[in-house]
């Protein structure tokens, strides 16, 4: 935490509540104070002392712990080409001032909207896992231990059948390459969702809805 005001001393400490935190003198207007750890979640009230007299006047400051702990994302994974829209869930209600999330070395912004976060993925430049971890300040996170999988783009190949009855329930199988294997697998046919079966990184299946006659481009 970043403390500014005037006339600092080398010698001032950082005080959360009744205990002394450690403090780093910057300059006279400007000290860097690590906050301890916190079981309760109410706000403590921060001061300044010096040789263990308190010092510091003006407002009054607090500091209000938050657990940034995140319980899973959704989806799960997304293109290395970015612009993937991944909804955090943390283990507590989401504080309105989470400003961040990170994508192993990447830091995007965070929308914060009826208790809900939401972060766009960065583009990547390798697939693979990467930590995923959110912050208030865009500097301190906590990245736990989820991962958003970042994948290469799915390639189509083939399809059977390329035809069914209006009223659905076709099986169409589709054949490519890196498909992903995840509960959220889904085909288009047009702008209609259907659930996907992952089968294998190179084939995934379908089942038809109703629709209307006529030619849809499956994605």
């Known amino acids: 935490m970043t403390v500014t005001g005037k006339s600092f001393h080398p010698s001032l400490l950082c005080q959360f509540g009744s205990r002394i935190a450690e403090t780093h003198f910057v300059n006279s207007t400007t000290l ?125 190949f083939t399809m059977h059948p390329k035809s069914g009855p209006e009223s659905g329930g076709t099986i169409v199988a589709l054949t490519g390459s890196n498909f992903v294997n995840g509960s959220s697998a889904a085909c288009y046919f047009g702008d209609v969702k259907a659930s996907g079966r992952w089968e294998s990184d190179e084939r995934l299946t379908c089942e038809t809805s109703a629709m209307k006659p006529g030619n849809y481009k499956v994605r």
């Open 32 to 156: 860097k104070c690590v906050a301890p750890e916190f079981l309760s979640r109410k706000s403590i009230p921060v001061s300044l002392t010096l040789f263990d007299a308190p010092l510091s006047s003006g407002p009054q400051l607090y500091f209000t712990p938050v657990d940034l702990s995140v319980a899973y994302i959704i989806p799960m994974f997304g293109h290395v080409t970015g612009g993937t829209r991944v909804t955090f869930i943390l283990k507590e209600e989401t504080p309105d001032d989470v400003s961040h999330c990170m994508f192993g070395r990447n830091i995007v912004p965070a929308i914060v909207y009826q208790s809900k976060l939401v972060c766009v993925s960065p583009p990547s430049l390798t697939h693979g896992p990467q930590r995923v971890g959110v912050s208030v300040n865009g500097k301190d996170f906590f990245p736990g231990e989820l991962n958003f999988e970042y994948t290469k783009p799915a390639v189509f």
